[in-house]
């Protein structure tokens, strides 16, 4: 990509927060944009990582952090969490100083539990990043909205230039700015070389506790061969077993625990609808990272490797799918579950608006299986209970296919070449 600022849909929406509270905090993944994208609007710069001054930032951190806090508004405090001190000293100064806009704190990771006083409700507020999504990436043509489905402008008859096999360069390359517009080599050693990053150093250094890299890296790779599926912690436990038999559950469960932390780890929680019938609901979450290029380059996967494997193929494209999907409802004050219960009957996505409205989302790679998730989507839409809950907005199929267009039966096929927020 190199110098050149891809717009980020995280733009406004930094916007929004500066102008709303005195201190924004945008938490996310290392190599997400973070940093560049809180640059666009930051006056001053305090890089804690920076090598040469990091000793000098953390002794006045533990003396005087005001002094940290000085320069021009808004001030970016870059890996905040290095110097945990510094969240009080900015929820302090924001309070001094009574005015929206002062401060930007970007963290890669959740600092240790208990390590600063006050939640900042009220003073800071909180943004997620993730890695760039496709409309983001100048790969998705954007024709499709996810406002405009929610607002009932439904017209549309486009098609995508995205075709499977860029579908699958495009999950390896994953969402990362810095692959953006690189080599299919480079884009997949700079994925592998993130995780190796995670494997060896950040898992050990978010809690000062060293890691087992061999355990880190086995637990990474099972995630990733459970990709989009409920796999329960016992199923990752016995899939990891067979290689490590002095494991323990308690020893996953804290690893990926860590990776959480990291936001390398981003699970899809369950949807929870009021239903006419009393249908037992599946609670677990989906296992997800928060981009699919982390589970290829733990599995070192290439695209012809991926073409080759469409039953894999299919998982990941789904982990593609939520990526975007989450990052487009954000704009709309939006979170992204998934539903299934007990009879089967599932949607991979459900976008939920905090005003009510929502939609639901099947997930196909192909052609061959459209027919069967719209029959889904429609049961799904009958089971709901319309007299506690709004109708969908509507129901979607989400596809790595070429034509956009709303079947007869009003479910929508979208490609994923196709999609915006």
């Not at 506790?209 to 436990?237: F, G, H």
């Not at 239903?275 to 290029?293: G, H, W, Y």
């Not at 997930?363 to 029959?375: H, M, N, S």
């Not at 199929?397 to 096929?413: M, N, P, Q, S, W």
Request: aromatic fraction near 8%; hydrophobic fraction near 40%; charge should be positive.
């Amino acid at each position: 990509m190199g110098d050149k600022y891809l717009k980020r849909i995280a733009d406004k929406l930094l916007s929004d927060s500066l102008e709303a509270s005195g201190a924004v905090l945008i938490e996310g993944p290392k190599w997400c944009g973070k940093t560049r994208t809180a640059r666009e609007k930051a006056a001053s710069v305090l890089f804690m990582q920076d090598q040469d001054h990091i000793s000098s930032h953390l002794k006045i951190a533990d003396t005087k952090p005001s002094l940290l806090l000085k320069g021009e508004t808004p001030r970016l405090i870059d890996e905040w969490q290095i110097a945990p001190v510094l969240w009080d000293a900015v929820r302090f100064a924001v309070d001094e100083r009574s005015r929206s806009g002062q401060f930007i704190l970007t963290g890669s990771a959740t600092p240790k539990d208990n390590v600063v006083r006050h939640t900042g409700t009220g003073r800071i507020s909180r943004m997620s990043m993730r890695p760039m999504s496709l409309f983001e990436s100048l790969d998705s043509k954007g024709s499709v909205s996810l406002k405009d489905l929610f607002n009932n402008k439904k017209k549309f008859e486009e098609i995508s230039q995205i075709s499977i096999e860029n579908i699958a360069y495009l999950i390896v390359r994953g969402g990362w700015p810095d692959s953006i517009g690189n080599s299919e080599k480079i884009a997949i050693k700079k994925a592998r070389d993130y995780v190796e990053a995670i494997i060896n150093y950040d898992v050990s250094k978010v809690d000062g506790i060293l890691k087992s890299p061999a355990r880190v890296r086995a637990v990474m790779r099972s995630l990733a061969r459970n990709i989009s599926t409920l796999a329960n912690i016992t199923t990752i436990y016995k899939d990891i077993e067979a290689d490590d038999d002095s494991v323990s559950v308690k020893t996953i469960a804290s690893y990926i625990n860590i990776l959480r932390r990291l936001f390398v780890v981003e699970d899809l929680p369950a949807w929870n609808p009021a239903l006419r019938s009393k249908t037992a609901l599946r609670t677990s979450p989906k296992r997800q990272f928060v981009d699919p290029s982390i589970a290829t380059a733990i599995m070192r996967m290439t695209p012809n490797i991926m073409l080759e494997d469409f039953n894999t193929f299919g998982f990941l494209f789904e982990s593609l799918c939520i990526r975007d999907l989450r990052i487009y409802s954000q704009t709309l004050d939006g979170e992204v579950f998934h539903y299934r219960d007990k009879s089967g009957l599932e949607a991979d996505a459900i976008i939920y608006l905090n005003d009510g409205r929502w939609g639901a989302i099947e997930v196909k790679l192909g052609a061959k299986e459209i027919e069967q998730a719209a029959k889904h989507l429609l049961l799904l839409k009958e089971h709901i209970d319309t007299k506690k809950m709004k109708e969908p907005s509507f129901l979607m199929i989400l596809t790595g296919t070429k034509y956009a267009y709303c079947r007869e039966d009003g479910v929508f096929i979208v490609p994923i070449g196709c999609l915006k927020n």
